[in-house]
């Protein structure tokens, strides 16, 4: 007799299988796009509360914000606008990026992908005098890097496209930079420069990364600062049958010893009667503790 398993735990154990670092990016991705939907449909002044959402945290090209805000650099790459946008580019990450950090480890990609994002951002700025400086959302400019990755790594993989025969990774991920590069400045709402950008950021880290170039390095000193935060430390119950000391003196035992046997020595010398009143109550002290 079969045991069927649902739906929920299939779910959650393929879910368990994908790479750490993509599992993480994608599962925060699709919780800020719920709370997206959500809030769509708060308004406050006008406007949707998503609407101020995205503005504060997509990127801003513009050289005064890039300055002032860096969080932008990052936040931007978790931000979609609409549930196609966001599956595609989760797709695409996920079909290619699986290989990548299997092959790599998690930390280098995660240099890998988040210095593609922000590579691809800075390469939007530095064109921005020429094609403008829109807000930008998405994490395509990274997808776009780990793809190049993917085709470093992998040329000759066959990638399956929908009415098409299977086409080498190298053919496929270059088509579409061609695409990107024919269109740059079509005003069709397309962060084309990001995407390029991203590429380029995304072929010369992986490129590094096999030129001897330890990417964890970058990550380790976030670990170790993430793991070494001092915890506070529980209170014990307090005992009621105990009391506390407080502004006491601790003398070193060799320290309290040599004094002692200097006192007795006086004593033998001079008698008891020869010591001064402190002598007297260090000898009654010392003598306690001995």
């Known amino acids: 007799m079969y045991q069927q398993e649902s739906f929920g735990s299939a779910f959650k154990r393929g879910f368990m299988r994908i790479p750490p670092v993509i599992r993480t990016i994608i599962a925060i991705n699709v919780i800020i796009f719920i709370l997206q939907v959500v809030i769509g449909n708060i308004q406050i002044g006008g406007q949707s509360i998503n609407r101020h959402f995205v503005q504060y945290l997509a990127f801003d090209p513009s050289l005064w914000k890039s300055i002032t805000q860096p969080w932008r650099f990052v936040t931007y790459m978790f931000l979609h606008g609409g549930g196609f946008h966001l599956l595609f580019n989760m797709l695409w990450l996920w079909w290619m990026g699986r290989s990548v950090e299997e092959s790599i480890g998690p930390r280098s990609f995660a240099v890998l992908f988040f210095g593609a994002g922000i590579g691809g951002a800075f390469f939007h700025i530095a064109f921005s005098f020429l094609y403008g400086t829109n807000l930008v959302i998405g994490a395509s400019g ?16 066959p990638i399956m496209l929908i009415f098409l025969p299977p086409i080498e990774a190298r053919f496929v991920v270059a088509g579409l930079i061609v695409f990107d590069v024919l269109f740059i400045g079509a005003g069709d709402g397309v962060a084309r420069l990001v995407h390029l950008g991203g590429a380029g950021i995304g072929y010369l880290i992986i490129k590094a990364h096999y030129g001897g170039h330890d990417l964890s390095k970058y990550v380790r000193p976030l670990e170790r600062l993430w793991k070494e935060t001092p915890k506070k430390e529980k209170k014990r119950a307090k005992n009621k049958n105990m009391y506390s000391v407080s502004d006491v003196e601790v003398i070193d035992e060799k320290g309290g010893q040599e004094e002692l046997d200097k006192i007795l020595e006086k004593i033998s010398r001079e008698g008891y009667d020869g010591l001064t009143a402190e002598e007297k109550r260090k000898l009654f002290e010392l003598s306690k503790r001995n």
């Open 142 to 157: 990274a997808v776009f890097g780990v793809m190049v990755a993917f085709a470093y790594m992998f040329p000759r993989a």
